[in-house]
């Protein structure tokens, strides 16, 4: 079954206990009960969790996530509390932490589409449908979809595939409400942040955000009822960024995320079978420093500055 090709160690640090390892983050709890999020380089494609880091990644991630928290605010707050590096944290996870509320976890993906690509494409081209959402005849691989669409999937634990679901399975389990509430929110972060990116000289083609709702006991006043934006938001990992310039809708784009990493995976360069039980290979180091220029690339295009 796909997952890590070697399981990392999570740090031991006093006065946090270690939650849980994920494809990209490691989770504690410090004794406030906050979550202290550590976002490593590591980084997953097809399930797998690679063998080989991308330098300063984890840093990266964290940074621009922040840039986005803020600029989101408005729509949805997000879930950090500070930066603060916990006292006898390693040193380098400096510039990778986020101390975050709890919060009560939605249990669904929330994806927000608004070009025509990756796993939809084939319900698309067999259905004209993207999770049941009727769309018209001709739309191309890369092709702007007239409104943006909520499409919904599972949270699988590491080594799983997230499977996209309708959005009544999703009231189905969670209630009307809050379906309601998670796809409302979706879209219009969605769209607040398209608009933003495009200004920039980026199509965001699609991305997934997390929600959780306020526990009580320490929420501000009012505010245990209210919907949070929680782990990392619109990154190279979580969202798909091409370029503006060269969008061309019907081949590839040129992108700004872990797609190029996916497609030497696929290519006859790799000599990997994604469909076999043989782990990914070490990643070259073309590709690796290919790939750090990317995410360098996006995250100047979009906050204006470079990373330091």
Known sequence: MPGFVTVPEPAEVPGLVHL?????????????????????????????VLPTVIPDKGRILTELSLWWFERLAHI???????????????????????????????PVECVARGYLTGSVLAEYRRDRTICGVMLPEGLQDGSE???????????????????NVTYEEIARKVGAGE?????????????HARDIA???????????FEFGWAQGGGSPEGEDDALYLAD???????????SREEWQPGRAQFSYDKQFIRDWLTSSESGWDRHGDTPPPELPEH??????????????????????
Request: aromatic fraction near 8%; hydrophobic fraction near 40%; include cysteine.
């Open 20 to 48: 849980h390892t994920g494809k990209v983050r490691d989770l504690y709890r410090n004794e406030a009960g906050e979550l202290i999020m550590v976002a490593s380089d590591r980084v997953s494609a097809f399930d797998w």
């Open 76 to 106: 949805a707050p997000g879930h950090v509390i500070s930066t603060d590096l916990p006292e006898g944290a390693p040193a380098d996870w400096a510039g990778r932490v986020t101390v975050c509320r709890p919060l009560r976890m939605a």
């Open 145 to 163: 979809i007239p409104t943006t669409i909520f499409t919904p999937s599972t949270k699988a634990d590491v080594g799983e595939h997230d499977e």
């Open 179 to 191: 379906a309601a509430q998670l796809r409302q929110t979706t879209v219009a972060l969605y769209n």
């Open 198 to 208: 495009r200004e920039r000289g980026i199509i965001l083609a699609d991305t997934k």
């Open 232 to 242: 990392e938001v619109l990154t190279p990992d979580s969202s798909r960024f091409w």
């Open 287 to 308: 590709i690796v420093a290919q790939t750090r220029d990317r995410y360098l690339e996006a995250y100047r295009l979009l906050t204006g500055h470079d990373f330091a």
